[in-house]
């Protein structure tokens, strides 16, 4: 690891990649994977594509455990994407 004096470095006000807000976007790259307990983990590459904002890139996870069932839900419903109810014996 690299030696750095962070002493002389100024504190982070802000590190929102975007303000808030909605941007015309497009889902550029799913990469699939695993984490490190064997859950399939998709990682998501968004780009803005209008505005402002337009070519800046946002990253997000989609992990598809028991645990983290509501945020693969949350960015679902946000992509618009109609999701089915899953049975008992599934995820």
Do not use: H
């Amino acid at each position: 690891m690299p030696k750095v004096d962070f002493s002389t470095i100024d504190d982070v006000q802000d590190f929102s990649p975007i303000p808030d807000g909605q941007y015309l976007s497009r889902l550029s790259e799913i990469e699939e994977t695993t984490t490190q307990y064997g859950d399939e983990l998709w990682k998501l590459r968004f780009e803005v594509i209008e505005g402002e904002y337009a070519g800046r890139y946002i990253f997000d996870n989609m992990v598809f455990s028991k645990a983290a069932l509501k945020r693969v839900k949350l960015i679902c419903s946000r992509l618009g994407i109609d999701y089915p109810c899953l049975s008992d014996g599934e995820l």
